[in-house]
């Protein structure tokens, strides 16, 4: 008896607590900033695609749910022809994030990719490819690269030294 | 057998091999770089540093590099001390001081000897914190391109593209740290080798600039263990595909054929397999145009055509598998099969086969090419109609001035020291052909003439080491003092080497040829005679025919035939326009199984998707004789499939109408044709596995299976299955080490390179694991009396009005099917007609370049005059098989005009 009237008088007294519920979707929950959701391709401070179509992410991939093709513009500048993620085959793992050397692909705070067909959730480059530069800013991997791919001359990236004359000699 | 001790541990290793060698035969895994199985140790580059002792009671040792260490009795080395240990890392640490930041965007990545060396060796964190070195990089022409940030200075490029290639134009440059490998200035790399530049350099400096138009790295290739189709030779290939198009050709290693390398038209020229060109679905022409047709419609239209009573040939392919070739046979029956070459080609070719079967003489294979020390061409141009033979023969060329090293003690792996003593000294080297040829850099005699008069050469030749011939009638001074010093140069080798073919066209070459071995054989000597053909399976094919194609014209021209059958052959191409169309016009309906759309698919009523080498599995014969299996490396996603398996279909009851599978094929062949019994061995059947795994066509690495196609269908589709193999057209199977015909990639644990082929091998560089693939049909016997051939020609005399034309061959466009790829395409010669000065003078043409009008078969062919001077009076040379000349029969004559 005295039991049932102390659960009464608990449940009475939560009324007056804060609501742990949060109201989705009308109101969003707190995400980190490395909580690992959707994934986006992206830019590089000069604004052009990061992604070297290296395949390390899709390579990496338990699920095997990446895949590309690389190509290479006019100056020789290599990035994806298409790139794809089936997002009904990833697990969200993040392994692709760690394997990037481009800080290209990123897991972003977003999982509201509910689709009523599975084919829906087969995103390609032009989904996946955002404006800016995720996560992580200021790098270019083509400034710290050996090639040049008009992106600047031989010799001019960060830590180079000019090309060596190839027809000198001197010790 | 040598005594080692390796990290206290006894080996017994045989002698004469350095303890690098041993030590990756024995399974270890040491670093190295400048080391290569093929091209031996010079010690540059310093990273097989091993601790080497004096005797067991030594505990402090030094550290020596072990390419540089006889193994010798009672060596004694380590490799895990600790010493070694920091050794080799802090070496490779100075040889990557100024390597780029590149992996990602290198196409060597994740197939790199530098990577795999670098984990091997334990270092992993860069110290040097200055500048890196650059260097600018150079247009090196359609297949390499060059980032000479990349290099760490081994020194394998130039070694084997100078020394082992004879390649001039590629070189070191600079001094010390600057160090660069390249042209004097930018060009194309000449040498027909310098593909292999891209499996010799142990990083991304010299990579395949076709893969690059649509790269994927090596996890990602399905592969298959192929034979190349380029020339006669069947060296082995790995072909890669990926999303459907093949992306690279690489060496596939066989000891016995072309070991690790490959020339540039069979590594390059496989663009044609994903030409826009490609007839991908069955084919039926409505007036005028072709039509898609269903298949099962196709069969039974076709069936009804060569119903009871009608009259149907086929004409058969020297491009085309045996079991191609044979099913074609047994669908029109025995009578009613045609070679699909020319009269004159068949005929030359039988008479090779007749020679390899008959003869005493063994026919060395490529790889044994290389251990004779004399060599005599008897009338082909190695270089340009079978290069790997030309690359086999340049080390034959080594091996007299070697013997100098060998007999002060010099080991044949010491290669600084023997290229220190032998400089640029070539060993006895003679060539007869029709002009000029590249191998006439290393001769030390070279004679230009007319095929007959290279016939009386070689007969002259022979007649010098056998008395008992009949001697050459009216030779004159220059060429019997020449074949005084052939005969002479022949008999004082250990084991002289006659190289012959049938790019002239000439029987009386190929007697010659013949005749010269039969008399060394005579004399003792242990002498080979190797004879290329014309195509992969011309002597596969020719083994499968009686007739050849003109007896088919001559038949048709007698009496019209219903249904012509043309199994892979583009009659124009090879017989020419007039002949094709003798033969097309005499028939009712032609039906032709094709890779690609060409000038005899244009008149067909008929036309059935026909794989290529990378859409067929099959087996073909070499110029050797030697039956090799070739795979499929994929199912395409259309109609594309074997030759055979449509011709299968037609034969049987259309109700049934599924292929049978290949075992049944190459069973039934072996039954019908018990002299290519050994087919059969050449490779395991379909239901062989290992434990209960199927072979793997692709590394486990493979990624994106459940992403390629999701665009079209997000739910993946069952993988297709082979029942013509025992692979597995995935990742699934076993991993280990396989049967060496169904090897389809080079991979070990820490071995990501090409160089896991040491792997593979009993011993490095030695036979694979359960032997080298392949199975010769024809041994030769000592016993048998050798027969020779007493058919001297008479001497050629150049007439006043009319030249006799020949054939001239060249690597890139004398063949018809890689000619058709972008890459090769750029290195396609100008057509042109070759003279020499005095003819172009008599004939009142003077200006190279200029126009000159010549008639072959009424018809007028214009093109422009190269001047030759290495071509004999009277006779005059056309590039072979370009767009401008091909269809040309051979030898003719004509008059010219300016």
Known sequence: MLSSIRTVWLVFLHMFKKRVTIEYPEKKAYLAPRWRGRIVLTRDPDHNERCVACYLCAAVCPTDCISLQATEDENGRRKPEYFRINFSRCIFCGLC????????????????????????????KEDLLIDGQGKYHGYNFYRVAGVAVGVKGKGEGENESAPVDRKKLVP | MAKVFIDDIEYEVPDGKNMLEVCLSLGFDLTYFCWHPALHSIGACRQCGVINYKDENDKRGRITMACMLPASNGTRISIEAKAAHDFRAGNIESLMLNHPHDCPVCDEGGECHLQDMTLMSGHNYRRYRFKKRTHTNQYLGPFLNHEMNRCIQCYRCVRFYKDYAGGKDLDV?????????????????????????????????????????????????????????????????LASQRYGTIRRILTRYNGDVNGYFLCDRGRFGYEYTNSKKRIIKALKRVSGTYQPIENGNAFEEVKALMGEGKKVIGIGSPRASLESNFLLKELVGENNFYGGISNTEGNLIKQVIDILKKG???????????????????GEDVTNTAPMLALSLRQAAKNKPNEEAFAIRIPLWNDVAIREIVQERTGPFFIATVHHTKL????????????????????????????????????????????????????????????SGTSLFSKNVIEAAANVAYALKEQGKDVGLIYTVPEANSVGMTLLSENFVDDAIARVEKERADVLLILENDLYQRIGKKD?????????????????????????????????????????????????????????????????????????????????????????????NPELQKIKETAPTADFRIGTQKIPRS????????????????????????????????????????????????????????????????????????????????????????????????????????????????????????????????????????????????KGLNAEGGKVEFYYQDKKWELSLKIDNSLPDGIAGLPKGLNETSGIGYPFRTKINS
């Open chain 1, 97 to 124: 994030e760690d394997a990037c050397p481009t800080y290209s692909i990123q897991l972003v705070p977003d999982f509201e990719m509910g689709e009523y067909k599975r084919q829906d959730l087969v995103y390609e």
């Open chain 2, 173 to 237: 440059f600079a001094a010390h740290d600057d160090i660069y490998f390249g042209r004097s200035e930018d060009g194309v790399l000449e040498n027909e080798f310098s593909g292999n530049l891209v499996e010799v350099c142990p990083t991304g400096v010299f990579t395949d600039k076709t893969l690059k138009q649509h790269y994927t790295r090596k996890w990602d290739l399905t592969s298959a263990p192929s034979v190349c189709h380029g020339c006669s030779l069947g060296c082995n290939i």
């Open chain 2, 360 to 378: 005493k003489v063994k026919t060395p294979s490529l790889a044994e090419a290389k251990g004779y020390d004399a060599v005599f061409i008897v």
């Open chain 2, 440 to 499: 006439d850099e290393i001769s030390s005699g070279s004679f230009y003439g007319h095929p007959d008069n290279i016939a009386r050469l070689g007969h002259a030749v022979a007649q010098k080491i056998n008395n008992n011939l009949p001697s050459v009638p009216d030779a004159d001074r220059e060429s019997a003092s020449l074949s005084s010093s052939i005969a002479e140069a022949l008999l004082a080798a250990k084991k002289p080497l006659i190289v």
């Open chain 2, 699 to 842: 590394p486990h690495r493979f990624s994106g299976r459940t992403s390629m196609i999701a665009n079209i269908n997000v739910s993946e589709p069952k993988p297709p299955v082979d029942n013509d193999s025992p692979m597995s057209f995935t990742m699934e199977g076993y991993h280990g080490i396989q049967p060496s015909p169904d090897t389809a990639f080079y991979w070990s644990p820490a071995w990501n390179s090409v160089q896991a082929i040491n792997k593979y091998q009993i011993e490095v560089g030695g036979p694979l694991h359960d032997g080298n693939p392949g199975k010769r049909l024809f041994e030769p016997d000592e016993n048998r009396q050798a027969k020779y051939f007493n058919d001297i020609p008479s001497s050629f005399h150049p007439s006043n009005d009319e030249l006799l034309v020949l054939p001239l061959y060249h690597i890139y466009g004398s063949e018809e099917l890689t000619a058709l790829s972008h890459a090769v395409k750029e290195r396609i010669p100008q057509a042109y007609i070759a003279l020499n000065e005095n003819e172009a003078r008599r």
């Open chain 2, 580 to 672: 094709s169309e003798a033969i097309l016009k005499r028939c009712n309906q032609v039906v032709a199984f094709e890779n690609l759309e060409n000038e005899t698919t244009n008149s067909c009523d008929y036309l059935f998707p026909a794989g290529t080498f990378a859409e067929s599995t099959g087996t073909i014969v070499n110029n050797e004789g030697r039956a090799q299996r070739f795979y499929q490396v994929h199912i395409p996603r259309n109609e594309v499939r074997s030759s055979w398996k449509w011709l299968d279909i037609l034969r049987q009851d259309l109700q049934t109408a599924e292929a049978k599978d290949f075992d049944a094929i190459v069973d039934e062949l072996i039954q019908k």
